[in-house]
């Protein structure tokens, strides 16, 4: 398949890896782009963006990907933070006090609430009526006590901030990230899409393969408690239907291109969006441990990224994954239609990494 966009001279490996995947992408395109030490590095797109194979990945194909969403959803409540609007160590009920959940505003942007599942069914109408899942989630006990154990919540992250934010200034998350956030550094990036929007998206793919039902043997019971109630979030039927793109899911529903994503973290890199001891102390672990709905290896998360020891950012199921290297002082940003690992973004980045001096992942 065809690449199109730009390399910055020395980095065509990038370009050559990222041409090998998308080769071997079976169903929509993919896309990826970096930032360097203030330039742009990489831009590239390919595929389709069809389910069908007929309409090609263009420059602005927009795409979900999943909890790569999250980090935007936080920084509203960030940018909110730097204005004294929010205090990260006042309880959340201060500004929600129907919540249930005895949480701090720390606490809801480093996932140690407790609050990652709903315990009574849920039907897939839920994701359209913010009010109602907001009563749901500030009527729910915590499956621990806030503050003593971490666990992505992957559904309802977006809620639990976004209800914050909305409670201060009056927007919907959506409308916020578009005010406060995208617009100003001009980020192709959107929770909620407009009408004029929608024909951009690019289909999810591959979403009928059994490791994506809600039954797959490999997926621990809290994970999968956590992602299929409500239903819908792995169902293609759902995520590619316009009112799934419409509402606002700020936890995972967020369609942008892969220059935004990477474009959210060039703009923390660069000191802009927030104040640099705001944006240092996001970065930085809030909490420990092994993650009660995710299992595996330990893992640290900062106010709304995931943090490891050269960086932070945020994957999402499916593949796609955003992040900001602190120590090779780059920005990356790599979406895909395609459902599968993040075998396929490693590689990319590893190319990239190779070209700045940096080990492999």
């Known amino acids: 398949m065809t690449v199109h966009g730009e390399v910055a001279p020395g980095f065509e490996v990038v370009l050559e890896a990222f041409a090998a995947v998308v080769a071997e992408q079976p169903g929509t395109g993919a896309a990826v782009a970096a930032w360097h030490d203030g330039r742009w590095v990489a831009d590239l797109w390919g595929g389709h963006a069809d389910a069908a194979r007929t309409r090609p990945w263009e420059r602005d194909t927009v795409v979900m990907p999943y909890s790569v969403t999250k980090p935007f959803a936080a920084l509203s409540a960030l940018v909110l933070l730097d204005r004294g609007l929010l205090e990260l160590d006042a309880p959340a009920q ?3 006090p129907q919540l249930r959940a005895a949480a701090t505003v720390r606490q809801v942007l480093s996932h140690q609430t407790g609050l990652v599942a709903l315990t009574e069914p849920a039907p897939e109408e839920l994701f359209y009526d913010w009010d ?6 500030a009527a729910q006990e915590p499956l621990w006590d806030s ?32 005010d406060e956030v995208c617009g100003p550094v001009g980020l192709d990036f959107a929770i909620g899409l407009r009408e004029g929007e929608l024909s951009r998206v690019a289909d999810l793919t591959g979403l009928e393969s059994p490791e994506w039902a809600p039954d797959a043997p490999d997926r621990p019971a809290p994970l999968r408690q956590a992602l299929f109630n ?15 793109r419409r509402a606002e899911v700020p936890a995972i529903n967020g369609h942008g291109t892969a220059r935004a994503i990477a474009g959210l973290y060039a703009a923390l890199l660069r000191g802009q969006l927030l104040s640099p001891s705001l944006r240092d102390e996001a970065a930085s672990a809030q909490a420990t441990g092994v993650d009660r709905v995710m ?15 050269d960086g932070y950012g945020m994957g999402g199921v499916g593949g796609s994954v955003g992040w900001a290297c602190t ?10 239609g395609s ?23």
């Open 147 to 178: 503050g003593t154990a971490i666990g992505e919540s992957a559904l309802f992250y977006g809620h639990l901030v976004g209800e914050l934010v909305r409670r201060v200034d009056g927007r919907t998350p959506g409308a916020f990230l578009r």
């Open 230 to 244: 409500p239903p819908g979030a792995l169902d293609g039927r759902v995520v590619n239907s316009e009112r799934f």
């Open 295 to 309: 299992g595996g290896e330990p893992r640290a998360w900062g106010l709304g990224f995931a943090v490891e020891d």
């Open 94 to 96: 201060r500004y929600w």
């Open 327 to 336: 120590s090779g002082h780059y920005a990356y940003g790599f979406t895909t």
């Open 132 to 137: 109602a899942l907001c009563a749901r989630l």
């Open 339 to 361: 459902m599968g690992g993040h075998d396929r973004s490693d590689t990319v980045e590893n190319a990239l990494r190779g070209v700045v001096g940096l080990p492999p992942l």
